[in-house]
C-alpha cells in the first residue's frame, strides 16, 4: 500500500470571523497502512494575505505517552485549550490597498463566510493544477513517485 496516500482531511472545519479575511482551522491526519488508522493530526490555522499567499500556522501535537490500548494517557484538552487560544489571538492588520481589494471582493462577490462544513479530499490533491501543455509531463512526473 506504499502507493496509498497517507493523509485524511480537512477534519474538524472550523471557519474563524476574528480577522478582516476568511479564515479556518482544521486537522490534517496522518494515515496508517489501515485506512481506518487516523493518527498523529497535524492541526492547521490558514488564511490569506495577498490573492496568492496564505499563511499557514501548523501546531503537531506527538503524544507518546500512551496507555496498553493505544489511547493518549492524560487529558489533552488543556493543550487544545492552549491551541485555540493561540488561533484565536492571531490578529491580521491589512492596509489600504488589500482592504480595497478584499471590499472589492465582498461587493462582487457578497457574502464572504466560508463553508460550514468541509468534508475531507480525496488525497492526493493536486494544488498546483497544470497548464494544458504542462500536463503529459506533469503526469508522467506524478507517476514517477509512486
Not at 474563524?16 to 496522518?30: E, G, Q, R
Not at 466560508?114 to 509531463?137: D, Q, R, V
Request: hydrophobic share 35%.
Amino acid at each position: 500500500m506504499a502507493h496509498v496516500p497517507r493523509y485524511h482531511g480537512p477534519v474538524d472545519w472550523k471557519p474563524h470571523k476574528h480577522l478582516p479575511v476568511p479564515s479556518a482551522s482544521f486537522k490534517i491526519y496522518n494515515r496508517g497502512e489501515d485506512v481506518s488508522d487516523l493518527v498523529l493530526p497535524d492541526q492547521l490555522f490558514v488564511f490569506p494575505i495577498t490573492d496568492k499567499y496564505f499563511v499557514e500556522v501548523c501546531f503537531i501535537q506527538d503524544l507518546y505517552s500512551r496507555d496498553d490500548k493505544g489511547n493518549v494517557a492524560f487529558d489533552t484538552n488543556p493543550l487544545q485549550e492552549l491551541q485555540d487560544n493561540i488561533f484565536n489571538s492571531i490578529t491580521l492588520e491589512v492596509g489600504p490597498e488589500t482592504k480595497a481589494r478584499v471590499d472589492a471582493i465582498k461587493k462582487e462577490v457578497g457574502n464572504m463566510q466560508l463553508s460550514k462544513e468541509f468534508a475531507p479530499l480525496k488525497w492526493p490533491i493536486n494544488i498546483y493544477p497544470p497548464g494544458p501543455s504542462e500536463a503529459p509531463e506533469m503526469q508522467k512526473s506524478l507517476k514517477a513517485g509512486c
